[in-house]
């Protein structure tokens, strides 16, 4: 099979490293890719924005299956106008997208099939939304509507918090993603990603992650993209995950499709777990970064082979098996991030660095033949264990081989898993 992959990222990069190893695949290209990808793909020179130029693409190339990595294409409908032309596509329509395109709409789809998730009201004027505020009081959270990159989420603890981020969405902050706001209810517990391949009829778990959202250790500072992600989540047990399937996923594939845009392509609950049970923060409609990475290293079976059959709607003769060991991935980010991050600094020391584990590319560029930082998070150094523990030793030792004196990362990733480990 030819293969078109979208995207420039870490989760593109362990997508790429996953496909390259299908014995199905004849040919894989990337675009826009990056360096990692580059040693795994063909890149091609496309604007992923150019639908009818991506389509041409997969004519010329004769393309069998195009996978959307990041949300902004298929929030924007590229699926759409690939199946129009008759091109196979992994990835939601751009309808069913709006589990992520829109805030409201997800909150509106929860309300409507009683998915549990935490109490909201939306806002299209920032007087309004300033009220409720100062009448629930801190601390509440903000979400901007739209897609804001991962930075349109205010976990706000007071009022002065609360109304700064309300200001910040309605004053052009997010553009056009903070035209709209939904402020709910601030939920306590431990946050969990959960995954779910879907073909439209059939959602089939697909593995869980933990993120680690603040950029500071001990979980202090701002919101980033995700500093650091472990897979599996101790917390989803068995139990966990069939509850998760019957009172969130279910509900959401059932409602997708009676809306008459059933989900087809990959899931992303975001969950908070709490004495109640699971409840519901977010969807996305792709693969978590960096949760993919973990996701990727621990996958038996052919990637491809299972993307394959979410785009044939044939999921329900499907099973996924994974590895018992734990995967542990430390981002590493340019200073700055996750304001400015310094952009053109040389990092070396890779190859050295690569022995025992995967370093997936985030935010890199090759500059006369060096590679350099082009992005806040840059890299993804990823290590498979036994338990967590050594998972975490084997990424950070990989770390502190690597020369980048411009990047950071925190030091405590897998934490928690590493507390429960301990604790045995």
Not at 52 to 80: H, Q, T
Not at 126 to 153: N, Q
Not at 286 to 311: H, I, S, T, Y
Request: aromatic fraction near 6%.
């Amino acid at each position: 099979m030819n293969v078109l992959l979208i995207g420039s990222g870490g989760r593109e990069h362990a997508l790429a490293w996953k496909l390259a190893a299908s014995p199905m695949l004849t040919k894989l290209y990337a675009a826009p890719g990056n360096p990692g990808v580059a040693e795994l793909a063909e890149i091609a020179a496309l604007d992923v924005n150019d639908h009818p130029a991506v389509a041409a693409f997969c004519k010329d190339k004769a393309i069998d299956l195009v996978v959307v990595g990041p949300e902004a294409p298929l929030v924007a409908g590229l699926g759409d106008h690939l199946r129009a032309e008759g091109i196979r596509v992994f990835g939601p329509s751009a309808k069913a997208a709006q589990l992520e395109g829109s805030k409201g709409f997800t909150k509106d789809l929860c309300r409507k099939y009683n998915i549990p998730t935490a109490a909201y009201e939306r806002f299209g004027n920032a007087a309004d939304a300033r009220a409720y505020i100062e009448k629930m009081g801190a601390p509440i959270v903000i979400k901007a509507d739209g897609l804001a990159a991962g930075k349109g989420v205010t976990v706000a603890m007071t009022l002065d918090e609360a109304l700064a981020a309300i200001d910040a969405c309605f004053d052009g902050g997010f553009g056009a993603a903070g035209a709209e706001v939904v402020v709910e209810a601030f939920l306590t517990g431990e946050e969990a990603s959960f995954f779910c391949l879907c073909d439209g009829k059939t959602a089939l778990p697909f593995g869980t992650a933990q993120d680690h959202k603040r950029v500071g250790e001990g979980d202090t500072g701002p919101n980033t993209g995700g500093m650091g992600a472990y897979s599996p989540a101790p917390v989803m047990t068995p139990e966990l995950i069939e509850r998760t399937m019957r009172e969130i996923i279910e509900p959401t594939m059932r409602g997708m499709a009676e809306m008459g845009m059933p989900f087809s392509g990959v899931l992303f609950a975001g969950l908070m777990i709490d004495e109640k049970g699971p409840q519901l923060i977010e969807y996305n409609v792709r693969f978590g970064d960096p949760e993919c990475q973990v996701l990727m290293m621990r996958l038996k079976d052919d990637l491809l082979v299972l993307l394959n059959a979410v785009a044939d709607g044939q999921l329900a003769h499907m099973s996924a098996r994974w590895r018992d060991e734990a995967a542990l991935t430390v981002v590493m980010a340019s200073k700055g991030y996750p304001g400015t991050p310094q952009k053109g600094t040389i990092i070396r020391g890779l190859e050295k660095a690569r022995e025992g584990v995967e370093i997936f590319h985030a935010g890199t560029a090759e500059e006369d033949g060096e590679i350099v930082s082009a992005g806040g998070r840059v890299l993804n150094v990823t290590a498979i264990g036994k338990t967590v523990t050594e998972a975490q030793r084997k990424a950070y030792e990989a770390v502190d081989v690597i020369d980048w004196p411009e990047g950071f990362c925190r030091r405590d990733i897998g934490w928690r898993a590493v507390e429960r480990e301990q604790a045995k």
